[in-house]
C-alpha cells in the first residue's frame, strides 16, 4: 500500500489545517494509521495515531487537545484536524501505517509504510 500526504500550507497562528492521509488501497483492519512530524534539526516525533479499525486514537501531549485524527475507511483516508495551530507545530508532516502492537504505536520505528511529507507552516 502507498500513502500520500496532503493538506499542508501556510497559517497563522491560531488557525486550523485539516491534513489528508490516502492509501492507494483499502488499509487493513490490522492496520493502524499514525502522523509524525519532523522540524528541522529535530528528531521525527509522534503526533498521534489511529489504532487499527478500533476508533481509538493516541495523542502526543504537544497536541492533544488540539489535533484529532480520523478515520474515513470508505475513501481510505486518514484525517489530521489541527486547531489551534502554533508556531512549534511548524513541521514537515509524515503519515506511515503498520501492523503495529499497542505498546508501541508511538514508535515510528513499528511502521512499514510512509508517505511523502507535507509542510506546515504557522506564522506567529
Known amino acids: 500500500v502507498q500513502l500520500q500526504a496532503s493538506g499542508g500550507g501556510l497559517v497563522q497562528s491560531g488557525g486550523s489545517l485539516r491534513l489528508s492521509c490516502t492509501a492507494s488501497?483499502?488499509?487493513?483492519?490490522?492496520?493502524?494509521v499514525a502522523w509524525f512530524r519532523q522540524a528541522p534539526g529535530r528528531e521525527r516525533e509522534f503526533v498521534g495515531a489511529?489504532?487499527?479499525?478500533?476508533?481509538?486514537?493516541f495523542y502526543s501531549e504537544s497536541v492533544k487537545g488540539r489535533f484529532t485524527i480520523s478515520r474515513d475507511n470508505a475513501k481510505n483516508t486518514v484525517y489530521l484536524q489541527m486547531d489551534s495551530l502554533k508556531p512549534e507545530d511548524t513541521a514537515v508532516y509524515y503519515c506511515?501505517?503498520?501492523?503495529?502492537?499497542?505498546?508501541?504505536?508511538?514508535?515510528?520505528?513499528?511502521?512499514?509504510?510512509w508517505g511523502q511529507g507535507t509542510q506546515v507552516t504557522v506564522s506567529s
Open positions: 489511529a489504532w487499527r479499525t478500533s476508533g481509538n486514537a
Open positions: 506511515a501505517a503498520g501492523p503495529v502492537i499497542l505498546s508501541a504505536v508511538r514508535d515510528a520505528r513499528s511502521y512499514s509504510r
Open positions: 488501497e483499502r488499509i487493513t483492519n490490522s492496520y493502524s
